[in-house]
Antibody, heavy 120, light 107 residues
Framework: DVQLVDSGGDRVQPGGSLRLSCAAS????????MSWVREVPGRGLQWLAS????????KYADSVRGRFIISRDNAKESLHLHMDRLREDDTAVYYC?????????????WGQGTLVSVSP | DIQLTQSPSFLSASVGDRVTIACRAS??????LAWYQQKPGKAPKLLIY???NLDGGVPLRFSGSGSGTKFTLTISSLQPEDFATYYC??????????FGPGTKVDV
């Protein structure tokens, strides 16, 4: 079965750092672009970042550019999001998602989500 | 950036009802629109892409239409498992790939 499993969420203080991971299985991971999307309490869904299958091209939302880095390890079939200078408004459930071929911003498979809580 | 609005934000319905949710884009996005369903504590689930194409396994009571700036998601006969929040999303072209604010379908 096609599956994504998110991990790494935690409670962290403002200004801190965190690294999220997403383990993929059941499909040819290197053939797909991947993304991170977060669900902010009371504010809905927000696309954060995307990375192509070869890892060469990365795109970011303005709200996280310069603070978050998306990366992937195709040999280990894993996706990562390194988050620096975390703010209280980064508190959210973070999902990794697969991008089907030919669509840049569509998400057809999602992880179960991992909770990041930023508070003093 | 492209902005998406949805109406209504909350919809009270009963099993068997025909339900229609609207999504409007701030500029022409042709048919680069998707619809997702999300239940509490769960990840979103893709329902429709390209404005009107049903994702695999999605029941035929769901349908999407529209192009340009006006789009619609219709559930022809609401089932108990359809009570959820629905989001539209801009899915191609230049990022950010924004989501609408959501429509909660409840009893």
């Amino acid at each position: 079965d096609v599956q994504l499993v998110d991990s790494g969420g935690d409670r962290v203080q403002p200004g801190g750092s965190l690294r999220l991971s997403c383990a993929a299985s059941g499909f040819l991971f290197s053939a797909y672009s991947m993304s991170w999307v977060r669900e902010v309490p009371g504010r809905g869904l927000q696309w954060l970042a995307s990375i192509t299958g070869d890892g060469d091209t990365k795109k970011y939302a303005d709200s996280v550019r310069g603070r978050f880095i998306i990366s992937r390890d195709n040999a280990k079939e894993s996706l990562h999001l390194h988050m620096d200078r975390l703010r209280e408004d980064d508190t959210a459930v973070y999902y990794c998602a697969r991008v089907p071929m030919y669509w840049e911003g569509l998400f057809d498979v999602w992880g179960q989500g991992t909770l990041v809580s930023v508070s003093p | 950036d492209i902005q998406l609005t949805q109406s209504p934000s909350f919809l009270s319905a009963s099993v068997g009802d025909r339900v229609t949710i609207a999504c409007r884009a701030s500029q022409d996005i042709t048919t680069y629109l998707a619809w997702y369903q999300q239940k509490p504590g769960k990840a979103p689930k893709l329902l429709i892409y390209g404005a009107s194409n049903l994702d695999g396994g999605v029941p035929l009571r769901f349908s999407g239409s529209g192009s340009g700036t006006k789009f619609t998601l219709t559930i022809s006969s609401l089932q108990p498992e359809d009570f959820a929040t629905y989001y539209c999303q801009h899915i191609h072209g230049f990022p950010p790939f924004t989501f609408g604010p959501g429509t909660k379908v409840d009893v």
